[in-house]
């Protein structure tokens, strides 16, 4: 059975490369009748916040992205401790004393003579003495794993076949100084215990899985199947600006975009096929394929999501919007007729101003102006009051197509484009027609 699972830490919120991230995942059990783990990588006690916990699940709850198992790495630091014991007794987790300053030290030595800067196991030499000796100076040990300095083969269910050679890697730290654990360790242990059969995570975590594969070789574990996505860059190509990456769900949710518009585009970005719009997720499962991703990065346009928000509005039902529009006794029928032209909700309000309030003076022909007001019919108005008054006014200007209909919509709306005028006209009193005539 698949099991996937999706591990954010709680040290801030997730922003929209972790949605896509999530939503992959989501996906793929769907589709396969698996299993959705969500899991806290809370081993950071500093930084992980319960708030931050809080925000995550509701914003997987406003997405429709519903979990089946949750998991809290702070709550199994025990059974890290044993994996920590067993791989010191393999001689594959070893202590090291180096400062941050001494590390970066030997890195740019390494630079200048031209190699990478890959840790030199100095610490595997210290004898016992000098430990101690370190240990007396106040200095705690920080831990890296053994790496076989061999290649390491998998297959990618995105990227195919990948080798890595763990000699042109760094041994990984596992533990800080302080004895917390690190993801890379704490991610391999929980993986392990609850049967993770899929890791579908960003590509740059490539050279991380695998040195996590030889992690998991250690503990006499098969290592799950992995699938490396294409990260997020802006529509030149270059790296996501605060604005995009760094923006929050709670923050593109208080933007006013819908959830099935984040979800939507985001299952399409890199996708091979064309992905259908869809406010529930489960409708995004169709003709889903990680096979089909793209190993290339995913431009993310926001001309594109925006537009998928404003179809998705035009589709919607008054009922299924009404909370979150003004409060106005005429909403339900304006609804229907504006729908079609907002991007967001919060446009309503602007509609509502063109249709009601006061506006700047549109400066209008004499003749039409006068033919306008002369010919308006009386009220109330239909869906034919349009046609028939326009029709009066082009037998008495002469006037027709655009050159009668733009003015006639500019001095009603203060617009030149938006909803159909015979929809619209039927929601103005004939009062406020005429006034507004008046001042033009």
């Given amino acids: 059975m698949v099991r996937v ?13 972790n949605l896509r991230t999530a939503l992959l995942n989501w996906l793929f059990a769907k589709q396969n009748n698996g299993t ?6 809370d081993t950071d006690a500093e930084r992980s916040k319960a708030e931050f916990v ?10 429709g992205l519903t979990y089946d198992e949750m998991a809290f790495q702070s709550h199994r630091l025990n059974r890290y401790d044993e994996v920590r014991d067993q791989l010191i007794t393999q001689g594959l987790l070893y202590p090291c004393y180096e400062t941050s300053d001494e590390l970066e030290k030997k890195r740019k030595v390494q630079r200048a003579q031209g190699k990478p800067p890959v840790y030199d196991r100095s610490a595997l030499a210290l004898s016992q003495e000098q430990r101690d000796m370190y240990e007396r100076e106040g200095r705690k040990p920080h831990w890296r794993f053994l790496l076989s300095n061999e290649a390491i083969h998998f297959h990618d269910l995105i990227r195919g076949d990948v080798t890595l050679d763990s000699g042109s890697l760094s041994d990984p730290v596992l533990i800080r100084a302080d004895g917390s654990y690190l993801y890379t360790l704490s991610s391999v242990v929980d993986d392990v215990d609850f049967g993770i059969t899929h890791i579908i995570r960003g590509d740059d975590h490539v050279s991380n899985s695998a040195v996590q594969i030889e992690i998991f070789r250690a503990l006499q574990a098969e290592a799950p199947s992995f699938a490396h996505h294409s990260m997020l860059v802006d529509e030149h190509g270059g790296p996501l600006s605060k604005r995009l990456g760094g923006l929050s769900i709670q923050n593109l949710r208080a933007d006013g975009y819908e959830p099935g518009a984040l979800l939507t585009y985001l299952a399409q970005l890199g996708h091979g096929e064309p992905v259908e719009i869809s406010q529930d997720p489960i409708g995004l499962t169709e003709g889903f394929s990680l096979s089909r991703l793209s190993k290339a990065p995913a431009r993310l346009f926001v001309s ?10 035009s589709t919607t039902p008054f009922d299924s919007v009404a909370e979150r529009l003004p409060n106005d006794p005429k909403m339900q029928e304006v609804w229907p007729i504006i729908r079609d032209n907002v991007t967001f909700l919060k446009d309503v309000e602007a509609w509502l101003s063109y249709f009601y309030g006061e506006r700047d003076t549109v400066i209008l022909d004499e003749n039409l102006r006068q033919a306008a007001i002369d010919l308006l019919p009386e009220g109330p108005f239909d869906e034919q009051t349009w046609a028939t008054w326009t029709g009066l006014i082009k037998s008495k200007t002469g006037l027709s197509g655009k050159s009668l209909f733009m003015p006639l919509r500019q001095a009603l709306t203060g617009q030149s484009r938006g909803p159909e005028m015979a929809m619209l006209l039927p929601l103005l009193d004939r009062d406020l027609v005429l006034k507004r005539f008046e001042k033009a």
């Fill in 304 to 313: 594109e999501l925006d537009a998928i928000n404003g179809k998705i509005l």
């Fill in 36 to 41: 959705f783990l969500l899991r806290f990588d």
């Fill in 54 to 63: 809080e925000a995550i699940k509701d914003d997987l709850a406003w997405l």
């Fill in 5 to 17: 699972r999706f591990a954010p830490s709680p040290t801030g919120y997730i922003h929209i490369g």
